[in-house]
Nanobody, 121 residues
Framework: QVQFVESGGGSVQPGGSLRLSCVASETISSIYVMGWYRQAPGKQRELLASITSFGNINYADSVKGRFTISRDGAKNIIYLQMNSLKPEDTAVYYC???????????????WGQGTQVTVSS
């Protein structure tokens, strides 16, 4: 399985921004679909955004217009730029490879430790 290491989380006030990074154990050029997920306390892990090797992107409604997913295959990294953060964005954020582009597709890699994002005043 592909392994991932997430970083870039932290504490921020509502309306602030953070940029998350995810480093893969192999080139993401060979991975068709990558995704960012999050899990808030007491909640199930949810898919936030997906990106294919061709650059096709989709977002969950909860983050559309605020978050931007991107990938750098040469560096085996995907990013999540998070703007206009809200308290409900507080969660542990994870990245993973996915079996397909649709939101119902399962993850295929190993879950990393994730990176904590806390949005509060």
């Amino acid at each position: 399985q592909v392994q991932f290491v997430e970083s870039g989380g932290g504490s921020v006030q509502p309306g602030g921004s953070l940029r998350l990074s995810c480093v893969a154990s192999e080139t993401i050029s060979s991975i068709y679909v990558m995704g960012w997920y999050r899990q808030a306390p007491g909640k199930q892990r949810e898919l936030l955004a997906s990106i294919t090797s061709f650059g096709n992107i989709n977002y969950a409604d909860s983050v559309k217009g605020r978050f931007t997913i991107s990938r750098d295959g040469a560096k085996n990294i995907i990013y999540l730029q998070m703007n206009s953060l809200k308290p409900e964005d507080t969660a542990v954020y994870y990245c993973n490879s996915r079996a397909g582009f649709r939101f119902g597709s399962p993850p295929t890699g190993s879950w990393g430790q994730g990176t904590q994002v806390t949005v509060s005043s």
